[in-house]
């Protein structure tokens, strides 16, 4: 979520207004946007505007996706200039809510071994891990931090491996092992003279670097373009020219995923699906001084939805439901 542009390189600042700005202008996306210009605050180092961003996304009276998280960005930001008590507050809170989403359980858990809290990172990532992966055939992607974060952790603690920690390391793809990884003991090859332990040293951070910037990147994807049942009925209701384009919801959600294997197919690399509502598309043509019953807008709307972090990976991570919003698991529903 944050980015990862050294400060030299860009006037974090500007970068956040812009974004505030932006903001302003699709307020479907202002919590998304709002959270990157607080992410840019902090690079910049101006952490209490940070704290202002927060504060007002959850004051908002528009509900948020995800308010765990921004309580977590809030705290680990807090604790970074010297508010302790409110945001332990707070971590103690995420903790309590208990959210289905990895993200706030990564950042609180980070923010306490951040401040060698160790053993209350260690249970923090515990609970995460339980919570989210207890039962479930396939970890999906996006918890794989917190198994990796609860290995690291206890690897500095001297724990010994367990069922989770040998499931962080089953996960784990980089060439260089977790345990190499995340031994307490590297930093002291780092001041010797023997070229050997040195050489071993630069191979394990690149490919911890590797794995980093994996993480990291989110590429920019080609994404398709998805209607939900409601919206497509109300789209094709107001401009009955776009119904050649879609003649029912079922054809629309075969259209998708046959697009997208074709282009995988292809070679074309990361693929994406934006999902688009009425309001939004109307806001979009109107900014493109286009009506909206011009079909040649769709790739366009589909395009700028991708851009402004909307889109979500095709095809979804094993053991995560399908992107049609189903609810069934990808691999029982488009993914069959």
């Known amino acids: 979520m944050r980015p990862d542009t050294p400060a030299e390189n860009v006037d974090h600042a500007a970068e956040a207004a812009r974004l505030e700005r932006t903001a302003g202008l699709y307020p479907e996306d202002a919590e998304a946007l709002l959270l990157q210009a607080a992410a840019h605050l902090e690079l910049s180092g101006d952490r209490p505007a940070a704290t202002t961003l927060y504060d007002r996304l ?14 977590a960005l809030k705290a680990s930001n807090l604790w970074e200039y010297g508010h302790e008590a409110e945001a332990r507050a707070i971590i103690e809170g995420v903790r309590t809510a208990s959210p289905r989403d990895p993200a706030p359980w990564v950042i609180v858990a980070e923010a306490l071994e951040s401040h060698d809290e160790l053993e209350q990172a260690q249970e923090t990532f515990t609970e995460g891990v339980r919570l989210l ?11 794989h931090p917190l198994l990796f974060g609860r290995h690291r952790v206890r690897r500095m603690l001297g724990a010994g491996h367990d069922e989770w920690d040998a499931l962080a390391d089953t996960v784990h793809t980089s060439p260089v092992s977790l345990d190499e990884l995340h031994d307490p ?54 401009y009955p020219t776009l119904a050649t384009e879609y003649p029912s919801h079922e054809e629309h959600l075969a259209t998708i995923e046959a697009s997208l294997r074709e282009l995988a197919s292809s070679g074309t690399p990361n693929l994406g699906i934006v999902t688009g509502t009425v309001p939004s598309y109307e806001a979009f043509s109107a900014s493109e001084g286009t009506s909206p019953d011009d079909a040649a807008l769709l790739p366009q709307y589909a395009t700028t ?28 529903c488009h993914g069959v």
Do not use: M
């Open 58 to 71: 959850l004051s908002s009276s528009a509900g948020l996706e995800n308010p765990h998280l921004v309580r």
């Open 185 to 238: 003991k590297r930093l002291w090859s780092l001041g010797s003279d023997n070229p050997a332990e040195l050489r071993a040293e630069i191979l394990r951070l690149q490919a911890e670097l590797g794995t980093y910037r994996a993480a990291l990147s989110r590429p920019f994807p080609v994404a398709v373009l998805h209607w939900p049942s409601g919206e497509l009925d109300e789209l094709v209701t107001a």
């Open 305 to 332: 939805l991708a851009a402004r972090g909307r889109a979500i990976e095709w095809p979804p991570q094993r053991g995560t439901t399908c992107w049609c919003g189903s609810g069934q698991p990808y691999g029982d």
């Open 133 to 143: 992966l207890t039962d479930v055939p396939e970890p999906p992607y996006a918890t």
